[in-house]
């Protein structure tokens, strides 16, 4: 089965998106005290310059199980891709704890162990690995399972000091958890995130079909998974922690209705986001060429800029200090505000995020389309692994 550009162009959105995310966590004057959700702070703009990067972390986790089906129906060497899969999640799993990490905080010490979309797809791919024999339709259905029905953990009575719950809950909710005066903070629970990356694997079977079927197919599942969310989401009963609520009017009631829940990602996260990203994979190839063309490079080589827009972003954050007045001995590092002094007002307006998130974007383009070049020409060993 060939490469699908449909792929690519849709994971090169995303991958765009997730930058603004990352300059905003950064860089914003109010991103290290309040969140971008919260209903009592937040402006519209606000909130959906977040919301929006919602679509980020589960496009991509569940593009990754769909990747890997076609490349064992590419290779039709299911031991060779297991073997593949378990060396690679393990893999992601250290490059998380390791250069993600400190890309993210620049904290030499490692104060902060923080296990994020990364290891998340490192645990799905070993996960992935050891479940290979099982049909891609029983896999699928496995993962609907889950998606569907992880949220109903949070309804077993567990007692106080229930060693299943302590046991349960970091595979299925964020969790902190002190040691040796740092910190291992789950982020990215990783069985909901496995639900999803099994369910973008037994989806790998519908690139085989013609084009215009596939089209069809992937708009209906699209829209159909946003009326679920809808009428769900309405009942306002089962399928996210967060009830929504009438606020002071009906902008903000709308953004309660909106204000789904990510960690971990709820059925009504995954049914909004989802539903979206089937419809961008509907229409994906109809895109103007200029999309396609810019889209397809960012999309091609997905783990180097994740990893290397941390690094421009967070230099870029040093220097927005040093503008501002700040002195090195103020920066802090080890407390997770990514080199931000505590109890000082640094940052900058929603605007002028915008605007890096622009240029960030824009500066990683060159290095995008060069290395997505050098992979397609050169065969070395470890270039499967980024």
């Not at 060939?2 to 930058?19: F, H």
């Not at 989401?233 to 009438?246: E, K, T, V």
């Not at 909004?272 to 994906?284: E, N, R, Y």
Request: hydrophobic share 55%; with cysteine; aromatic share 16%.
């Amino acid at each position: 089965m060939k490469r699908q550009p449909s792929i690519d162009i849709v994971r090169g959105i995303v991958m765009i998106i997730m930058a603004l995310d990352h300059v905003r966590d950064l860089m914003h004057v109010d991103s290290i005290t309040q969140s971008p959700t919260d209903l009592a702070t937040t402006t519209p703009l606000l909130f959906f310059t977040r919301w929006i990067t919602h679509l980020c972390a589960p496009i991509f986790v569940f593009l990754a199980g769909t990747s890997v089906y076609l490349s064992l129906q590419n290779k039709n060497n299911p031991a060779e891709t297991r073997q593949h899969l378990l060396k690679r999640g393990f893999w992601l799993i250290v490059l998380e704890f390791t250069l993600v990490n400190f890309g993210l905080f620049f904290d030499i010490g490692f104060h902060t162990l923080l296990f994020e979309v990364i290891a998340a797809i490192g645990f799905g791919f070993i996960a992935l690995g050891l479940l290979l024999k099982i049909r891609s339709k029983i896999l699928g259905i496995i993962g609907l399972a889950i998606i569907f029905c992880h949220n109903l953990l949070l309804l077993i009575p567990f007692a106080e000091n229930s060693v299943l719950k302590a046991v349960l809950s970091p595979f299925f909710g964020p969790v902190v958890i002190p040691f040796s005066g740092r910190a291992f903070i789950m982020g990215y629970p990783p069985i909901p995130w496995l639900g999803i990356m099994l369910v973008g694997f037994a989806t790998g079977k519908f690139f085989a079909l013609e084009e215009q079927k596939r089209k069809k197919l992937f708009l209906k599942i699209g829209l159909s998974a946003l009326v679920l969310f809808i009428t769900i989401r309405f009942l306002n009963i089962y399928g996210d922690p967060a009830l929504w609520a009438s606020q002071k009017d009906a902008v903000f009631t709308f953004l309660s209705f909106m204000n789904v829940t990510k960690y971990p990602p709820s059925l009504l996260f995954c049914l909004a986001t989802l539903g979206i990203m089937f419809l961008l994979l509907a229409f994906a190839e109809q895109f103007q060429n200029g999309i396609k063309k810019v889209t397809l490079v960012y999309g091609k080589v997905p783990l180097f800029y994740f990893i290397v827009h941390f690094y421009v972003i967070h230099i870029l954050t040093l220097i927005m200090l040093f503008a501002q007045g700040f002195d090195w001995s103020q920066f802090e590092f080890a407390s997770g505000t990514f080199g931000r002094p505590k109890g000082l007002e640094s940052g900058l307006p929603l605007w002028a995020i915008y605007l890096i998130w622009i240029s960030v974007v824009a500066l990683l383009y060159k290095p995008s389309k060069w290395f997505g070049k050098y992979k397609t020409e050169h065969q070395h060993w470890w270039l499967r692994y980024i």
